[in-house]
């Protein structure tokens, strides 16, 4: 089965890491339109997002928009603490200075840390149950266990990445909502 969900999850990153700038624009514009919905629907007062990595969807805008339209509101970014740990939750604006953590992904270099109400968590491989496929490292799945009290999840991903079945395990957490280019997408709460 592991051998099975890598080869969903190395299809799905390679087909995005693919993507042209012509074909990824419209995409990633809808994308954030549906997020900037779902987030007024939502009203959160703290929310995480994740930086963009291997070509995932660029959320900063929508976050700098929605962190401008309310006063009181904070955004923040997971930080990997080690292996096998649930992650924390760096506040992030916009002047935060970057720094890169062991895997290259930009992280605030300083800032309070938090604890979201809504986490917009990245998409490579999905499906319509709300399970997802990360990279592997199963460090939403430890940080969401951790959580008390446990945040909305919002999947955000585009839909060449949608597939029949990711294969869940016991672990996994499935995502609340679903949100591609092609809309919002309510999961069930059984799942």
Known sequence: MEIERKRLRDAAIRAREALSTAAREPHEAALQGHVATL???LAPATLAFCWPYRGEPDLRPVVQRWLAAGHGRAACLPEVIAPGQPMRFRQWT??????PDRHGILLPAEGPLLTPEVLLIPLNAFDADGYRLGYGGGYFDRTLAALSPPPCTVGVGFELGRVATTHPQPH????RWLVT???IHPVAPSA
């Open 39 to 41: 987030l007024a629907q």
């Open 172 to 175: 996994d957490h499935p995502m």
């Open 181 to 183: 280019e092609r809309g």
């Open 94 to 99: 916009p002047e935060s200075r970057m720094v």
